[in-house]
Structure formats: C-alpha cells, structure tokens
C-alpha cells in the first residue's frame, strides 16, 4: 500500500512558506510556480469575481507573506490586488474582499507598497456595504497615519490625505462621507492632525453637509466634550486597586496566578506614576482654529432657519453659533431676536436655550441688541405667578448674560430684580443677591444706593468703561505690593525693609524726584484723613467763636481749600507710587515669590468686612449649564441624616421618653401600669367586657331581665 505524500511542496503552502523564509534562494523556483499559478487564478477570477475562490485566497496570502523575499518578482502583485479592489469591490465576495485587503495591509506593513496609494484605495472602500470592513478600515487608517507620524510629522503626505478626505467628505455615499468625517476627527484627538487645516475642512464641509449624520458629528466635534475631567478618577483607581492588591497578596494564599496578577497591577502603576510626571499636554479647541468664524456663523445661522430636522440638532445649531459669537466676539444681530423665541418656562430644554444666549454675549454687542433678551426673560420667568425654580433659573441666566455686556441691562430693570433680595423662597433670594453682587463689581451706579454696599479698594480703582472701550495696562497690576523690597530706588525710611508689617515706605528716584510716602491699607489712611479733618472741624469751630460771624465765610474757603490741597497731595502721592511701581516692573524680572505677593494684594484689595469671599475675575469661555440651573434649597433629609439631626438634638436632654411622675424610679408600680405589659392571655376576660354587645345579645339579656321580674312578682 502506497502512503499519499502530504509533504508535497507545491500543494503544502505553509511548509513552502516556512522553508522559503527559512533559505529564499533554495526555494525560487517552488516560489515562482505558485506565482504563475496566482496568475492564472487571477484571470480565471476576472471572469466571474462575484463568485468566491477558495484556492487564490490561499495563494494570495502566500505571495504576501513571503514578498519580501522576491521584491522584483513581486513587484506587480500589489497593483493586481489593487486593481481588482477597485473595478470590483461592490460585487467581491466578503471573505475574498476580506483577504485582499488584508495581504495589501500585509504589504504596507512590510513597506512594499507606498502609503499613500494604499490609504487612498482605502478611503475609496469605506464605499463598500460591509460594516465589519469599514470598522477595519477605519482602525487601520488611523493606526497607519499615526504610526507614520510618530517621530516626525510628513507634512507631504498629510497635505496629499488631507486634499483626498476634503474630497471624501462631499461623496455622495453618506456612510462613506461618515467614516471619513470621523477618521479625521479621531486623527485630532490622536494630536497627529490637529493643524488648522483638518479643522477648516471639517468646518465648511462637514457643518454644511446634507448628510444629517456628518453634520451632527461635525457639529459634536466643534462642541468639544472633554474627556481630560475622567483621567484622574482613573489614576486614583489604579492606586487604590494597587493598595487593595498588595494587602491580599500578604495576606491571601500564594499562587502563581496571584503573583503573576500582582505584577500585572504593579506596571500598571508604574505606567500611570510616569504618565503624571509627564509634561501635559494643552490642546487648543477645534473652534478656536477657524479661519472665518463670522462665515461660518452667518452660514449655520442661515442653515438653521432654512433646516427641518429634529429638535436636537437646532440646539446643537444654537449651541455652535453662540460659542463663535462669544469666543469670536461675533456681531449677528439676528440670532438675539431668533433666540428669544425659545425663552419660555413650558420650553423643552429651555436651560440650554438660555445657556446659549449668555454665551452669545460680549461687550461688543450693543446694550440695545440684548436687553430685549434680558426683558423677556423678566416677563416670562421671573414673576410670582411661576414657581420658585423657574424664578431662580430667571435670575441666574440674567446674571451670567450681564456678566459678558454689562451695559445690557437698565437702571429700573435692574432695582426691580434687587428687590428680589427679601423673597421668601431662599433660591430666589440667593439669585437676586448674587445679581446685586455682580453690579457691586461692574456698575454700582446702577444699583439703589443701599444695595452697592462698602466700597472695597479694588471697587474704587476700576474705571466704568463704555461702550468698546478697552482697559490697557502699562504695568504689572498690584506691583506696588514690591516697593518696599525694591533694590532699584532709595530707601529714606529708617523702617526694616524686610519687615511684613504692611507699611509703605518713603522712596525717591535717583535723578532726584521726590517720592511721596503712602500706606499700605486704605483704612488707616481713611481713619487719618478723617482724624485729621476733624481735628481742622474743631479749630475752625474754635476760630470761628473767638472771630465771629464775619469770619465764617473765611473760614469755609480755609476749609475748602485745605480739602483740596489733601486730595492733590493724595493724588501725587498716588501717581508717584505708580510711577515707581511702573518703573520697578521695567527694571527687574520677578519671580514666582513675588507674584505670589502681588497676587495677595490685589487679592486683599477685593475684600472688605462686608464681603468675606473674593470678586471672580476670571470668566469662563463658556457658560456652564450649572451656573444656571443651581439653585439654592434646602434638600430633603434622607433617613441617615435625619437619625443623625434626632441624636444631636438629645444630647443635652437628661432624660426622654413617657415619664410616669413618680418620685423614686425604682418604687413598686400600680396594678394599671403593670396592666400595659402583661400577657394578653392574662387579660383576655378583662378585654371582653369592654366589647360591646350586638343587637342580638342586647335582646337576649333584656329578654332574660324581663323573665326575672315576673318571676319575682
């Protein structure tokens, strides 16, 4: 009996594949017969590619594996591949479909084949019908192009994708339009395409797309969800999990499955540990890079007013339009009016609507394009015929709106919201207070005079500024706070620089300017302002008795007149020390010690006995949906915290519960009280009499009564 020879080369391709890596040069000839018969195959296939052929599936992944070593032989075999991928991809088999694209990214991966005409191929096959094969693409795709770019950026070749994608993205095949969309978006998260010119593409393609899936996923992109906020609740993880490891691991039997799972845990930390000391890494937002903002606005406002789609991609409109207005400092009039349609209390979702209009505001809007804004919010939120939250609601969107334009908001319609301050519902009167706050920083001329409050020092420095005016600084803000260390001027005081008492000292300049002398807290200065006019009050009093009436209007120019000369005197000391502080800020670099310093200063100046936290003077970009649905209520107590409120409160208490008023606890008790706690059984026949009779048994008893009287006649 002859044994059938499994060896065989020619019919073995995985051993011909193992023996052809093994020695390429013993095994050419094996090698080029199986390449003339890939050949053959390939036109017999070309004549019914829909059909599925079992035998150049094998072949091809041969060729592919061991290309490498015939370069020359095989220098066609990826234009074959690529050309039947391309005049046949819709009607291939998706195996066959599969296994060629896996042999060319074989080629890729070996650098056979050059990048770009592969990823080009690629991008045309996202038009396939095939989900399983567009989710490989895509992954593909995007591994490729980052591995490319992982030591250096080839600008050549992301110019040349970036030119196809833009074309990609206007193909009539939505699904092949939706791959690309996202492929780029991923590349920016990736930091590999994050130039302005895949930002751009997405922005005048993407948003204006009518495809409804490219245009809410390029919509979503400019939105920006940050995902930087969960990294660290992830980090804390890993260490708690190592924690938690290392304990069961000293107390636990020992296996080889824990040790291997402890090592496991170990690098993981380490890797998270390294990934903290790294340097982070800032990304600027995709709105940020737009070319044309004021196009695009006007663009996707048009859109917006034309468009039929659901409710949820308007907002997603509204919510794009209103961070270009803000962040750009946009005018589009027309978008305020649109908006106020939206500004009901019954609106679905009407918190974003407002969300949207605060962000849509700045200083350079004019006061009179807002303030229709900020009356229909007044009108239809807040009022007493709605509920406490939609009031509080009201008056938090009014706050964060004038916190962007000021200038909106009107004199009377401001002291009608502060006398919002005394309501009953705390959540109201938190909003109105925090609304008068805000005027206290910006405009207290506006407010009442009893709700601006004490002037604090940093109050009384800042200037109202109209409308497009624009504060600039020639020095570091709060630089005087370093005078007193100041090496660069001369010391005439004979206090210790180096004392923190918070006094200014004397200083002069060298070319022989005085330098007036000026302390550090505004309130001692007040207080000897005062003492020192009341002092002159009393001697001009004085004065006045001994002269006589006909001096008294001597008297006042005397008063009016020293007035003056302290409020000149005041100032010059003031510019003075300006002009120090801007001459100290020119001539020497500071350190962190001493911004840490200034800051302290300007930090002191916004606090008084009045207010007991800092002003904001850092606003957001963007206006988060908190700030305006926060509102202050008392929450209802869960069952815990009631048991905790009940325990407090019967600290101090000798004694609680039913109290019998006997004089020595530990004296017998009455038979009553000794009734509550006994038996049931005990007391069954007492419990009866106490029932009352039914009808019935009330006959029965009067009959019996009846019976006895006439046997007792």
Not at 266 to 279: D, H, P, S
Request: proline share 3%.
């Amino acid at each position: 009996m002859v044994r059938p020879n499994n060896n065989q080369l020619p019919e073995n391709l995985p051993q011909l594949q193992n023996l052809i890596k093994r020695d390429p040069e013993s095994y050419s000839d094996e090698f080029h017969i199986q390449y003339q018969h890939f050949l053959s195959l390939l036109e017999v296939f070309a004549l019914n590619p829909s059909e599925e052929n079992k035998s150049l599936d094998d072949t091809v992944m041969f060729v592919a594996q061991v290309a490498q070593c015939y370069p020359a032989a095989c220098e066609l075999f990826p234009k074959h591949l690529a050309d039947l991928l391309r005049n046949y991809a819709t009607v291939l088999d998706p195996a066959m479909r599969n296994c060629f694209v896996k042999a060319l990214i074989l080629l890729r991966n070996k650098n056979l084949v050059p990048a770009l005409d592969i990823l080009e191929l690629f991008f045309q096959l996202l038009r396939c019908p095939d989900k399983n094969l567009r989710t490989f693409l895509q992954s593909h795709i995007v591994t490729d192009i980052k591995n490319m770019n992982a030591k250096h950026k080839d600008m050549k070749l992301n110019s040349s994708l970036q030119n196809f994608m833009y074309s990609m993205l206007k193909d009539a095949n939505p699904k092949a339009a939706k791959m690309s969309v996202d492929i780029m978006i991923e590349l920016y998260k990736k930091n590999i395409w994050n130039d302005p010119k895949s930002v751009n593409v997405i922005a005048t393609v993407g948003c204006f797309s009518k495809v409804t899936k490219v245009l809410v996923t390029s919509l979503k992109f400019f939105l920006g969800h940050d995902e930087e906020d969960e990294e660290p609740d992830t980090e804390s993880e890993n260490e708690v999990d190592l924690k938690g490891a290392l304990l069961a691991n000293r107390v636990s039997k020992k296996t080889k499955k824990g040790q291997k799972q402890l090592q496991k845990i170990k690098k993981q930390a380490v890797k998270a540990q390294k990934k903290k000391k790294n340097a982070p890494a800032f990304n600027f937002s995709g709105i940020h890079l737009v070319h044309n903002p004021q196009g695009m606005a006007e663009g996707l406002f048009k859109q917006l007013q034309a468009t039929n789609e659901r409710f949820e991609v308007k907002l997603m409109h509204l919510d794009v339009i209103s961070r270009l207005i803000g962040i750009h400092e946009l005018f589009l009039f027309g978008f305020y009016p649109y908006i106020t349609r939206f500004l009901q209390p019954h609106q679905r979702q009407v918190t974003r609507v407002l969300q949207f209009a605060a962000q849509a505001s700045h200083e350079l809007v004019p006061g009179d394009i807002i303030e229709p804004i900020l009356k229909t919010i007044a009108n239809n939120f807040i009022t007493e015929r709605n509920s406490s939250d939609v009031m509080a609601i009201g008056l938090n969107a009014t706050r964060e709106i004038c916190m962007r334009c000021p200038l909106a908001m009107g004199e009377d319609l401001l002291q009608d919201l502060a006398m919002y301050k005394t309501y009953k519902e705390k959540s109201v009167m938190m909003a109105a207070r925090s609304l008068i706050t805000l005027y206290r920083e910006q405009l207290p001329a506006l407010l009442h005079k009893k709700d601006r409050g004490r002037q604090t020092e940093a109050q009384a420095e800042r200037k109202v500024r109209a409308y497009g005016e624009r504060e600039v600084h020639d020095t570091v803000l709060g630089a005087e706070a370093l005078l007193k260390d100041s090496k660069t001027i001369d010391i005439e005081s004979d206090e210790d620089t180096d004392s923190n008492d918070g006094q200014w000292v004397n200083v002069a300049h060298s070319d022989g300017e005085g330098g007036g002398a000026e302390e550090d807290d505004d309130e001692d200065e007040e207080e000897d302002d005062e003492n020192e006019e009341d002092d002159d009050d009393e001697d001009n009093s004085d004065e006045g008795e001994e002269e006589g009436d006909s001096n008294a209007e001597e008297d006042a120019a005397s008063d009016e007149e020293a007035a003056k000369q302290k409020k000149e005197k005041k100032d010059v000391q003031i510019l003075n020390q300006k002009e120090a502080a801007q001459e100290l800020a020119l001539t020497r670099i500071f350190t962190d010690e001493d911004f840490k310093r200034i800051n302290a200063a300007n930090l002191k100046k916004t606090v008084t006995n009045s207010r007991k936290r800092p002003l904001e003077q850092d606003r957001a970009e963007f206006v988060k949906l908190n700030s305006i649905e926060m509102i202050f209520k008392k929450r209802k107590h869960d069952k815990e915290s009631r048991l905790e409120t009940v325990q407090a409160g019967r600290q101090d208490r000798e004694r609680f519960g039913w109290k019998d008023g006997r004089v020595n606890e530990h004296c017998s008790k009455t038979n009553s009280e000794k009734r509550k706690t006994k038996n049931f059984g005990m007391m069954r026949h007492k419990a009866r009499s106490k029932v009352k009779k039914s009808f019935r048994d009330k006959q029965i008893s009067l009959r019996k009564h009846l019976l006895h009287q006439k046997k007792m006649k």
